[in-house]
């Protein structure tokens, strides 16, 4: 009910949290009808994941007005590039962060800040809920002592969130994108990033935009995101 009434600068509610966590669990687990009658592979045998991400705010590259939560199957996003090596390893941006976190070591360096924590398998939707909220305060607290001025909306307060089954990651934003400029100094359009950058993928429109973005590597994307 969240999800539908609500507009996409409002915070995510319970229910829209444990929706989105049992979305990920089931596709995890094929917990659906074809796959408890034998007509395909539970996802957990077929590598199968799906990356959820919420884009909130004027500033988080979000294309409705309405709250909502997106997907994106992780293998699509793992296949090799066209014209490139298939069989190279590419594991998302935010299984690299929680790598990290669970095996101790210092967290990644990366061109953006970034709260993030794990998740347990024990872990209600109330207990992810909280997750949420505990990061999204890290951010609200971050902004006003940086901006003098309350986390609201209006004020252009936004973020993007990434979650998977077992972390969350939250992306502060202080602009929507950037003109991209090639070497040739001409410009080549407008880039607005969203939460899919957690997942480490860029969803652009033209293909001059992606091969200026590579081109600049993380220079091209840190003024688009934030401090």
Known sequence: EGLANGEQD???????????????????DGADDDSKQGKCMPARECGRRLFAFFNSGSRS?????????????????CQGEEGGDSDRHWAMLIDEVERCDREGKERLKLPFAY???TLEEHMTGADVHGVYRELLQQW????SSAMGLEARPEYGFSYNL????SYMMLMPRLRDGVDLVNEEGEEVGFVSLNGTALAGTLMVKK???WKCLRAKGPQGIDKVIAL
Request: aromatic share 10%; glycine share 6%; proline share 4%.
């Open 10 to 28: 409002e915070d995510l509610e319970e229910d829209d949290v444990a929706m989105t966590l049992a979305c990920l669990r089931s596709w995890r």
């Open 61 to 77: 590259g979000a294309s409705q007005p309405h709250r909502h939560v997106q997907f994106l199957p992780a293998d699509g996003m």
């Open 115 to 117: 709260y993030a924590k």
């Open 140 to 143: 609200k607290d971050r902004w």
């Open 162 to 165: 990434g979650i998977t089954t």
């Open 207 to 209: 293909w001059e935009e």
